[in-house]
């Protein structure tokens, strides 16, 4: 398994810090308790005709959970120390996010003064080693673990990143068990050392943001008003205009467009998260650049979604709208354009799209 992690994982400019895995025997006999099926193998597919290409599919996990006992926890992040110091490979991010936390300095952190506490309840985190992650990553990436908890009832305390804000705190803690006590991590670069710990896999996976249908309906229940007269007919458009990449220049020709269809223009990050919950649950339509906002469409019933690119398409939020069964599609510039970059968006291609794609 460890030979296999990283020889996919290839070289790296930054040295690899010490890695040992649960099936290495050593590690097993002293850590490892047991192995719990979180979810089996499965393929998922993308069928959007008004995106490129229209077709797209691929594998998913099989996602395992692991009891463990005796090791050191770094709650942030989710990831695991032996007593021997070596980190566990199972804990670690894929490969593009163990590289980039690798070039960030993150395993530089070791338990030190100050760290040690030693928790004897059976504990989880929820952390994803994503690195001082976003909105989108708290969302997609970490929230869904909980689902891994199903499989797990006898943990008694749940660690999330102490960069959660209250209401996503808070809507933890109503997704979860009664039981279990939640917990902000102790800091982002502190250690506890558990005596029980159950590693709960992220069930998602970078660049595809498809949720475990559990998860969505969980979602769902806690987070809409069931049997109201709340109408579902809002048309949004999320606007980049306070970022620093991926701005929309020709934005104001954009909502003029798109005044005329009825669509209102919004700032998310300008918007508390409660405000952002109720806008979205009442949208039909949303349409917005390649970013973080477009994870509201976690709290739309059933809505279309148009993503607009500078250049060639990712399919995060594709995978996300398939899970979730919203229509997709997406405009994209030119492929040579950088994924970062700053574009301008074709309004004939715009008006196109929104004829035929929402009616």
Known sequence: MLKKMLHRWGRSPVAYPD?????????AARHLEGIVEVQPYKRVVSHAPY??????????????GYWLRDVWVWPETGIIRTVEGKLIAETLPSRYRFLKMLRAGAYRYEPGEGDGAVVDQRVASLGGGRWYGHYYHWLVDELPRIVGLDHAPEVECLYVPCAYPDPIFDLVRNLVPDHIDVRRAPGRQQWIFARRYFHAPALTEDYCGFLPE??????REVLHDHGTDRSYDRKVYISRAGASKRRVLNEDDVIEVLATYG???VQAEKMSFHDQVRLFAEARHIIGPHGAGLTNMMFARQCTVLE?????PFTHYRWLSASLGHAYGCLCGPTERGKHDDFDVDLDMLKKKIEVFIR
């Open 19 to 27: 890695i040992a895995s649960l099936y290495d025997a050593h590690t």
């Open 51 to 64: 995106a490129e290409p229209e077709r797209i599919e691929r594998g998913m996990g099989p996602y395992e």
């Open 214 to 219: 559990r998860f969505v309906s969980r979602l």
């Open 263 to 265: 669509f209102e223009a």
């Open 308 to 312: 607009l690119f500078p250049g060639a």
